[in-house]
């Protein structure tokens, strides 16, 4: 899939995020073929995060691989910018899967 085939494909999730209400997400990064790709990675920090915040999502919960500080070092981190929103990473899908059921329920 290439790169525009990538960024519609993700924005058909953006526009069923907002019309559907969603208040959680749960992204699964670990196979993602474009994970150094810098203008995929732009869009994603510029466009899909701000409008997935807009959208009023409240959690969302990234799967790893591994967790590589210098990887989200030097990229806007949404959640300090909007507290509404809280973003976390996992390496363990059952341990993400549980933070967001948590959240979601309210504990």
């Known amino acids: 899939m290439e790169e525009q085939a ?8 953006l526009e069923a995020v907002a019309q559907q209400g969603v208040k959680g997400i749960l992204v699964d990064v670990r ?14 920090n510029f466009t899909y995060m701000p409008r997935i915040v807009e959208s009023g999502v409240l959690f969302y ?19 300090d910018v909007e507290e509404e929103t809280q973003v976390e990473y996992f390496t363990d899908p059952a341990e993400a899967e549980q933070w967001l059921a948590n959240k979601l329920a309210g504990k």
């Open 6 to 13: 990538v960024i519609h494909e993700i924005s058909q999730v």
């Open 31 to 44: 196979n993602y073929p474009f994970q150094n790709n810098e203008r995929i990675q732009s869009w994603i």
């Open 61 to 79: 919960a990234l799967i790893v691989e591994k967790k590589r500080p210098s990887l989200y070092e030097n990229t806007p981190d949404l959640d």
